[in-house]
């Protein structure tokens, strides 16, 4: 931990303290409001005095639960959710030790709403004071006070794009001291580096670098004090959950397709339907002025139907039109010509390897289609794909039939869950990222899935649509 981050660490104690005392007097000030004494009359009487000498007693030992769950030893590198979630889970387990305690010792309090607004109230103040000191660093990493200083190892589109990324958003907390190819004969630079550019961390991002090489970096690392990271190798190292089976007459370990299964299938699918519907409710309005842009810019329908694979399964996948309607491939639109436009287009202007194309200045696209697809709101009309239950909020990207086909054998892993409307492909670089790198990402997400993950993913996509990009 960097001193910076050590002190700012240390700043949270009295922080977080001030705030639960703050959260036991709102509470207690709360409890005495006539519309909730209406509600449920007070029916005893306690000293303010008695109950704030309980209230420091329990943010102590709440400030005790914080520690133990490393809420004073995060990274300011760390996500935010993160630590939103341990705040959470620590403030659940001082509930947790608040009941037991009054349940030993009643006359301490006896107020349920205290307890438990109490409770609501030191997860908010909590999470917002330090939400406000990230802000405050976060702020500080953009002068470059308290980042970290990493060398990146890997000349390759993924170690070009987390370089990238890092210098795009200083307030991420990495300043990238150098850029080093994976090789050996790379270790003699990052003496030089270690000693000019004062380097915290090394991170390898090389997904074919051999073992051997690898452990070169590690053993450099520790010999220098610092910190190691590295982007494993997801299509050939066996990752996931696994499962060992101790019945047979030797151990098996089973690598499973992709850890969602069972009550899992049926939570997201849950999650689907309230999520599709909720998006509807909140988007409707927007949707709407979308549709009559749609129509005041160019003539044709408004919505664009094509068919699209999700499981081995195809489907038909709803979009806003953002293309001239001679242009949108399909019997029902521009037919033959305009699939041949599309060929000689992918001839000249495709800038992406493998079966998927990506085509920059896309002369078919409309004045309103082009502001649509900038910020990805031509896909909102997918809402109704995952009502119906075709793809889901969160999955790999869906991909044409004569894409699919083009596929090489490690390719068709991401055809193992439904797609998504977002993913996480599309949160780490969108349609900017190469094939095989958006292929590595599907498969880690199918291989770690979880709802947290896919929370994660949408709250991600909120922030990501907001992002500089091309216009395709």
Request: proline share 4%.
């Amino acid at each position: 931990m960097k001193r910076t981050e050590l002190l700012f660490s240390v700043l949270l104690v009295p922080v977080d303290f001030c705030l639960l005392l703050l959260a036991g007097w709102l509470a207690y000030r709360l409890r005495f409001q006539a519309f909730v004494t209406d509600i449920r009359p007070v029916l005893y009487d306690f000293s303010p005095l008695v109950y704030f000498r309980s209230v420091v007693l329990v943010a102590i030992g709440w400030l005790v639960i914080f520690a133990l769950l490393g809420l004073y030893t995060r990274r300011a590198t760390d996500p935010w959710w993160s630590e939103v979630g341990k705040i959470i889970l620590a403030c659940s387990a001082g509930l947790v030790a608040v009941i037991i305690t009054v349940f030993l010792r009643r006359e301490l309090l006896s107020s349920r709403f205290i307890i438990l607004a109490a409770w609501v109230l030191s997860i908010i103040l909590v999470t917002g004071g330090r939400l406000f000191v990230r802000l405050a660093q976060h702020g500080l990493f953009r002068f470059g006070f308290g980042a970290h200083r990493v060398a990146v190892i890997g000349i390759n589109s993924m170690a070009d794009e987390v370089v990238a990324n890092m210098r795009r958003r200083p307030g991420l907390g990495y300043t990238v001291a150098a850029h080093l190819p994976s090789l050996a004969g790379s270790l003699n630079s990052l003496v030089d580096h270690i000693r000019v550019d004062k380097i915290d961390e090394v991170l390898l991002i090389d997904p074919n670098i051999d073992a051997e090489t690898r452990q070169l970096f590690l053993d450099f690392a520790e010999e220098h004090h610092l910190i190691f990271r590295y982007a494993p190798d997801i299509l050939r190292s066996p990752v996931g959950e696994l499962t060992v089976d101790l019945e047979l007459s030797v151990p098996v370990i089973e690598v499973p397709e992709t850890t969602l299964r069972g009550w899992g299938r049926v939570l997201k699918r849950l999650i689907d339907i309230v999520g599709s519907v909720f998006g509807f409710v909140i988007f409707g309005p927007f949707m709407l002025i979308i549709v009559l842009a749609i129509k005041l810019d160019s003539p044709g329908p408004v919505i664009y139907k094509n068919k699209r694979i999700g499981r081995n399964r195809l489907f038909t996948l709803y979009k806003f039109r953002t293309m001239k309607l001679e242009y949108c491939v399909g019997e029902e639109y521009g037919g033959e010509a305009a699939e041949k436009f599309y060929e000689q287009l992918v001839a000249i202007k495709n800038v992406r390897q493998g079966p998927v194309p990506k085509i920059i200045d896309d002369p078919r696209l409309t004045r309103a289609g082009k502001w649509l697809r900038r910020f990805s709101l031509d896909e909102l009309p997918q809402l109704y794909n995952v009502l119906r239950g075709d793809i889901s909020l969160v999955g790999p990207r869906p991909h044409y039939q004569n894409e699919v086909a083009r596929y090489e054998k490690h390719h068709r892993k991401v055809l193992a869950i439904k797609p998504g409307l977002t993913g996480l492909a599309q949160v780490n670089g969108r349609s900017d990222l190469d094939f095989e790198d958006e292929v590595r990402l599907d498969r880690y997400y199918i291989e770690h899935w979880s709802l947290w993950f896919d929370f994660r993913i949408l709250l991600r996509t909120f922030f990501t649509i907001f992002e500089k990009r091309q216009t395709l």
